[in-house]
């Protein structure tokens, strides 16, 4: 398993080093203090496939204007981002540099993938163009020896995920509707046994099922917009 991971000078983190991760590991604080930008480190450091990790990151942030410059401290002007993530038998290193002199429309980022510090096992670039991801050169897929995969499950439909990551996100969604669903019950001392109850979990967004509980301290059957 990852046991730590080190970033230097990625998004907004100039330098950090979260260590001792256990099997479960819980990101707690305010927004815009860095959690994503761990999980993105991870992702980055410890993926097979080094250049479509940095990929998704970039469209991860697409929506919100961000270009592939930005995935760099201050935008890759402070020098390269290198990304370690260490597990319990070996560590890879991911750099990644800006190249300079090119136009302000095209951004060209460099990558080189290290085993332990010095074994050179990959290297390629990712391009974007006009503040978007443009392309990217394979560098291959290259596993750590005792983390043969890393993922990345979104909490929303993207379209740059797979199929598979999709539909693994739908299954975390539910399993967290239903642990909520059973909080309601608690809370609003409504029967387990309710029909209505039952329809509005199959039917209804969580959200629609905590205001109408509230407003009446019972469930009924009406929905908002968003559950249709």
């Not at 929506?63 to 890879?92: F, I, K």
């Not at 429309?105 to 085993?115: A, P, Y």
């Not at 407003?215 to 009924?220: G, K, L, Q, V, Y």
Request: charged letters at 20%; aromatic letters at 6%.
């Amino acid at each position: 398993m990852i046991r730590a991971v080190e970033i230097k000078g990625l998004r907004g983190i100039r330098e950090g080093s979260p260590t001792d991760f256990t099997p479960l590991v819980e990101l707690v604080g305010p927004n815009v203090s860095g959690k994503s930008t761990i999980i993105e480190g991870i992702l980055i450091g410890a993926s097979p496939t080094t250049a479509e990790a940095i990929v998704e990151v970039i469209r991860r942030h697409e929506a919100g204007g961000s270009g592939p410059r930005w995935l760099l401290w201050r935008a890759g002007q402070a020098g390269p981002t290198e990304v370690t993530a260490t597990t319990e038998r070996m560590s890879r290193k991911g750099v990644l540099d800006l190249q300079r002199g090119r136009p302000e429309e095209q951004t060209l980022i460099s990558f080189t993938v290290l085993h332990n510090g010095t074994n050179q096992v990959g290297n390629g670039w990712v391009q974007g163009l006009k503040n978007k991801y443009h392309s990217h050169a394979p560098s291959g897929f290259v596993p750590l020896e005792d983390v043969p995969e890393v993922h990345l499950v979104e909490a929303y439909p993207t379209g740059f995920q797979s199929r598979c990551m999709n539909c693994t996100r739908r299954l975390c969604n539910r399993a967290a509707a239903k642990r909520r669903l059973g909080s309601f019950r608690r809370f609003f001392r409504v029967s387990a046994t309710s029909k209505s109850l039952r329809n509005m979990e199959n039917r209804s967004c969580t959200s629609c099922l905590l205001i109408t509980a509230y407003r009446r301290r019972t469930p009924a059957m009406g929905f908002c917009r968003c559950c249709g």
